[in-house]
């Protein structure tokens, strides 16, 4: 993989070698650490023949400066000053690691006129350094020079020293914000992970490996999940040689009497579609089919990292959903968890299947404050919302709330969707309890309201992540095909409403 940078923070003060990042407001102006690092002026002489206005984000750089002796001296637009939030400082974050190149020594001067950024900020900066660096080569082997890999991405990690005002709130502020970035790449390693590296055993194998925080983890076994009757679930994996998993994780950072709160993902490690088959042009992209197992997984990992005083549960499916000659059938008719019959009318609807039995499974057994589950689920979504938003979905207004203020505080955005009788009868079934397809319109719809009939009256949002959880647009902070959509936003949503 990528080498990660190490973060250290530090006080002011000029470098002498290296690299060295400075913050320019909108119109160019300099803070005064910022100018003690450029004593020749070579930036300011630089920023008109670059068109450098200091807009946010924007860079400049001048290459051996006159008067110092370090290698480059680069200037990042922080852009108007009084809009500087956590948001515009992880994205700068991402500006100064899209600008590292080769660089293995660095000095960001955190600095700005009439702005001193506190502890906070100077960890937001550093988280999205750590975002924007990530990159999933695990499986190039060609990582010399001749192809084209800097020095640093072959094993030589830069080194960045954030110097700013309160280096201590920084560091005891940056550990927090770490664990949650460990959370996303985790997430984002999961989804990007080939199906044949990663199926339902293998993904049940790293979430075991959560037990080095302190989670509880659980692994039930297909035996164990016929016994509980999760026939929906089951009627999925049937076509797969490879089995499948429920994974159990518990976070207890709370007060004992307190009920958790609860997270349900999607897992299907690979969708082939089943017998109602996907079109052979872009299949391989449905490796990323779990990319709401791995949002949970890497909450999870971020709050026991964390260690968030919050009791929380991550319960996610594991299958594959493959063809052979026991693959489910068009037509078929399942039974449930929750002992609601359901008829298959298409294979490759098949994450609500998955998720029907885990919802069910999760509140039965933990009856949480309320359920958040997350899926890749329909294409309708994107259809509606493009990639740049997820289907919000909820039976409940204040827990919908909270989420879509999650969503704005981490822009990782959600746009709430409608549910109703008028969709909830479109999966009504005359030989079952209801069917899994409703009509050729409403389609992201009519997968919520088919969730919705396996969580009684709690308190439940489903977030329908298929334009958001892979193959989504690069941003100033992800680079990466597997986005970890989710972590961020969720450990928002518990971090603002649910710890304490």
């Given at each position: ?115 001193q950024?506190?502890g ?99 692994i ?68 990323g ?8 997984t ?11 005083k ?44 998955v ?6 499974y ?5 009856k ?80 919520a ?50 710890e304490?």
């Amino acid at each position: 993989m990528t080498s990660r940078p190490s973060i250290s923070f530090a006080k002011f003060a000029a470098p002498k070698k290296g690299s060295v990042f400075v913050f320019a407001a909108d119109g160019g102006g300099l803070g005064e650490a910022a100018k003690a690092c450029d004593p020749a002026g070579a930036l300011t002489r630089a920023f008109p023949v670059a068109d450098f206005s200091g807009k946010l984000a924007s860079s400049a750089e001048v290459l051996a400066p006159e008067g110092t002796s370090v290698d480059r001296l680069v200037a990042i637009g922080a852009g108007k000053v009084s809009s500087l939030d956590d948001n515009a400082w992880l994205k700068l974050g991402g500006a100064v690691a899209a600008s590292l190149r080769k660089a293995t020594e660095v000095a960001v001067i955190l600095d700005l006129p009439e702005l001193q950024p506190d502890g906070r900020q100077a960890a937001s900066l550093a988280a999205g350094i750590l975002l924007r660096s990530y990159s999933f080569d695990k499986y190039k082997t060609r990582k010399d020079k001749e192809d084209g890999q800097s020095d640093r991405k072959a094993g030589k990690p830069a080194r960045v020293t954030i110097h700013c005002a309160d280096h201590a709130a920084a560091k005891k502020a940056f550990a927090g914000e770490e664990a949650v970035v460990d959370g996303v790449l985790l997430a984002r390693d999961l989804v990007n992970e080939p199906a044949n590296a990663l199926g339902p055993v293998e993904f049940a194998e790293r979430v075991k490996a959560l037990e080095t925080l302190g989670v509880e983890v659980e692994i039930l076994t297909e035996k164990e999940m016929k016994k509980l009757g999760m026939g929906s679930l089951l009627g999925v994996a049937q076509g797969s040689p490879r089995g499948a998993r429920l994974a159990v994780m518990r976070w207890n950072g709370g007060k004992a009497k307190d009920a958790p709160v609860a997270f349900i993902g999607k897992g299907v490690t690979f969708d082939t579609g089943g017998n109602s088959m996907k079109p052979a042009s872009g299949m391989e992209d449905m490796k990323g089919d779990m990319g709401g197992a791995a949002a949970v997984t890497g909450l999870i990992h971020a709050l026991a990292a964390r260690k968030a005083k919050a009791n929380a549960i991550g319960v996610i499916g594991l299958v594959e959903n493959a063809v052979d000659g026991h693959a489910q059938r068009p037509g078929d008719i399942v039974t449930s968890m929750s002992g609601q019959t359901i008829e298959v009318l298409n294979t490759d609807a098949e994450g609500r299947l998955v998720l029907a039995d885990v919802l069910w499974y999760a509140n039965d057994r933990f009856k949480p404050r309320f359920m958040v589950n997350l899926a890749t689920l329909t294409g309708a979504i994107m259809v509606a919302l493009g990639q740049h938003y997820a289907g919000l979905f909820s039976n409940n207004d204040e827990l919908a709330g909270r989420l879509f203020g999650a969503g704005q505080a981490s822009q990782e955005r959600l746009w709430r969707m409608p549910l109703g009788p008028e969709y909830d009868k479109l999966i009504d079934s005359k030989n079952a309890d209801m069917k899994n397809i409703g009509g050729r319109y409403g389609g992201a719809i009519i997968a919520a309201q088919f969730l919705q009939r396996f969580v009684k009256d709690t308190p439940w949002a489903h977030l329908d992540i298929a334009g958001t959880a892979m193959g989504a647009p690069s941003s100033e902070v992800n680079q990466s095909w597997g986005s970890g959509f989710g972590v961020r936003l969720l450990d928002r949503l518990v971090r603002d409403h649910y710890e304490g």
